[in-house]
């Protein structure tokens, strides 16, 4: 148990299992910092997908409900992730999702768009590099003024200054 919060423990449950009938919580509120390999299975799986997606309007998230299969015959597990974690995992297979809907924006409909990633900085224009959640980071980028984003996102703008250090 953790005094920051609610902790939930990932629990595999079968396709044909019912996930509501368990009454486990399913998707992992971990911080980044406290997530291991065990609280993302997926990303050792033989085979992995994102099944469809739940969007979050009050607070411009989305959640994917990703499924996930260890070997070629054996069953599948499913789980709700938020998707900037897929993202960092496996952030091909959230693009190709999206693009198979149309694009994010188009799927989700959503006017606010999420600080996914600082990319760089550019001190004489006093703005930063920015990759959005669920978009690709060679692509669909910006320069947002840094003020904006230290207001909105004091967390990426510290890893930032930390990935600037190493």
């Not at 009938?21 to 998707?27: I, T």
Request: glycine share 4%; proline share 5%; aromatic share 12%.
């Amino acid at each position: 148990m953790s005094d920051r919060g609610t902790i939930y423990i990932f629990i595999p449950v079968p396709v044909n299992a019912s996930a509501e009938a368990s009454g486990v919580p399913l998707s992992s509120s971990l911080s980044v910092e406290d997530q291991d390999e065990d609280d993302f299975p997926f990303e050792d799986a033989y085979e992995a997908r994102i099944d469809r997606h739940n969007v979050h309007r009050k607070t411009s998230e989305v959640s994917f409900k990703v499924k996930w299969r260890f070997r070629p015959s054996g069953p599948w597990f499913r789980a709700w992730y938020e998707e900037e974690d897929v993202q960092h995992r496996l952030p091909d297979m959230v693009l190709e999702y999206w693009k198979g809907l149309g694009g994010r924006c188009q799927a989700t409909k959503l006017k606010n768009y999420r600080v996914f990633k600082i990319l760089s900085e550019d001190n004489e224009l006093d703005r930063y590099q920015i990759q959005w959640t669920g978009y690709d980071a060679d692509r669909d980028t910006t320069m947002e003024p840094k003020k904006k984003i230290k207001d909105i996102c004091p967390g990426e703008v510290h890893q930032w200054e930390c990935r600037k250090q190493e």
